[in-house]
């Protein structure tokens, strides 16, 4: 695995002497400043990848919203917001987090199958771009939300295109059986549902087929399904404006080799333009592809236990901070922050954290040379780590730290035990 280049190179690299680095900064020397488990993510990662959509873009009626649950913290949004980028949230707490972060209202959508009526009045009241309406009875009660408060919802149904985005099963989303979405068959009659009711404008449609897709084929053939839903519900009588194509675009963890987002943007649009619905308003709704491989999360040694059958690398940072190998068995790189001295015996470990579970694990089978109190750097878990991480075991969550050039500055205090006790009461 390791023969592939470092997910997020060039800027993850290693310097001369073997130190890994991040931009111009060694993340060795970070973990020691901050202690570990430590998130570190680099400004011009995540710059570079929004660049890449909106360069796809360009020139086109698009807006690029930022899927929040990938990374929520304040400072990663707030970059996003000041770099033009609008956002997909999917509840209360996520539109409060965008709208701290300075998102212009109308460039937040809302997805999600559960909104609760709560949640549609404050994202009403805030001036929301659209909803994403995943259901007919979700039509009604937004309706009814907006009559309430005197304001007009503006609305995307969200279909459920029955296609196989080829991931793994528990983020693929565009199935028939997947709680996802309004189903094909029903479309129109949610959209003249829609359509009749005084607090809904009907603004659009859209789908999102699944998360981590590495080829760009299911999304065009979503794309097919959607515009011959669209043309068939305009010809129908209810004129639909813009599209909403998700997210979902992958990354490489190991040796993926998913489409760059500015190649894939220039497909969807030549596929619209082929269509004759070039000039449509294009959303869409990256998540993990513009900060999953911008940062890594650094933890250290505790222990070696070596085995006969097995050898495990017990390190400080679990399955609390990076849940995805414990979820869906996920791949992701593991390097130590320092090169081992030429001729160190390496072993194969199973890398695993601290929590009292057997499905702790970060990395298995991982050839490594090292001892307690080195540190190693756990590749891609600029997205959906942090913003999944839960404290378990009772374990306070890491601090996050961003790097840009030779700066680095904390954007998340390290959790402390008093953070945890929080709120109890005996
Ligand atoms: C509606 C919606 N939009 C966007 C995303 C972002 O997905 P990804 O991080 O795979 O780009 C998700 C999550 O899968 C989602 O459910
Ligand atoms: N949490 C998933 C992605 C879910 C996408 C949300 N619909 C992951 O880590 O890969």
Known sequence: MNSFPLPGAPVFHRSENGALMIEDLGLDELAQEHGTPLFVYSQAAIESALSAWQRGLAGRDALVCYAVKANSSQAILSLLAQAGCGFDIVSGGELARALAAGAEPEKIVFSGVGKTRREMQAALEAGIGCFNVESEAELLALNDVAAACGLTAPVSIRVNPDVDARTHPYISTGLRDNKFGIAHDHALAACQLAASLPGLRVAGIGCHIGSQITEAAPYLDALERVLDLLEAIEAAGVPLGQIDLGG????????????????????????????????????????????????????????????????????????????????????????????????????????????????????????????????????????????????????????EVLVSGDMARVIRQRETIEDLLRGELP
């Open 248 to 399: 979902g675009l992958g990354i490489a963890y190991a040796d993926e080799t998913p489409p760059a987002a500015d190649a894939l943007c220039q497909l969807l649009l030549a596929r619209l333009d082929a269509r004759g619905h070039g000039q449509r308003r294009l959303i869409v709704e990256p998540g993990r592809a513009l900060v999953g491989n911008a940062g890594v999360c650094l933890t250290e040694v505790l222990y070696l236990k070596p085995g006969e059958d097995k050898s495990f690398c017990i390190v400080d940072a679990a399955m609390n901070d990076v849940p995805r190998p414990a979820l869906y068995e996920a791949f992701h790189r593991i390097e130590p922050l320092q090169a081992a001295a030429e001729g160190a015996p390496g072993r194969v470990y199973d890398v695993v954290g601290p929590v009292c579970e057997s499905g702790d694990w970060l990395g298995r089978r991982r050839l490594l040379a090292v001892q307690p109190g080195d540190r190693l750097a756990v590749f891609s878990a600029g997205a959906y780590c942090m913003s999944m991480a839960s404290n378990y075991n009772s374990r306070p969550r890491a601090a």
